[in-house]
């Protein structure tokens, strides 16, 4: 079965960069889409952006677009986030997750469409 371990976070000021790496336990990562959520204190899980399988297909949420890429290295089985411009409300608990591929888009980002595999998380804290 599928795992993944997300790394990379920790504490960044306001305006600051971090990037974070998702990796898979097996190669059979190649075959997923990967999506980033991130849940703050209080607040539901949200997505953040997805990838899919092929890498041909990415999507943003609003609240991030323009501020994060994210890319996938199949030879090392790991998806990174990047993230610039970072804000206090970025602020949350980072988990990356698998869903089998339907169709070529990698949408929605939603925790319900992600199930075959969720990593334990890696926290950020952006400081202002």
């Known amino acids: 079965q599928l795992q993944l371990v997300e790394s990379g976070g920790g504490v960044v000021q306001h305006g600051g960069s971090m990037r974070l790496s998702c990796l898979a336990s097996d190669d059979t990562f190649a075959y997923y889409d990967i999506g980033w959520f991130r849940q703050a204190p209080g607040k539901e899980r949200e997505g953040v952006v997805c990838?899919?399988?092929?890498?041909?297909?990415?999507d943003y949420a609003d609240s991030v677009k323009g501020r994060i890429t994210v890319s996938r290295d199949y030879a090392k089985s790991t998806v990174y986030l990047q993230m610039n411009s970072l804000k206090p409300e970025d602020t949350a608990v980072y988990y990356c997750a698998a869903s089998i591929p339907y169709g070529n888009s990698c949408s929605p980002i939603n925790p319900t469409r992600y199930l075959e595999a969720w990593g334990q998380g890696t926290l950020v804290t952006v400081s202002s």
């Open positions: 990838i899919s399988s092929s890498g041909s297909s990415i």
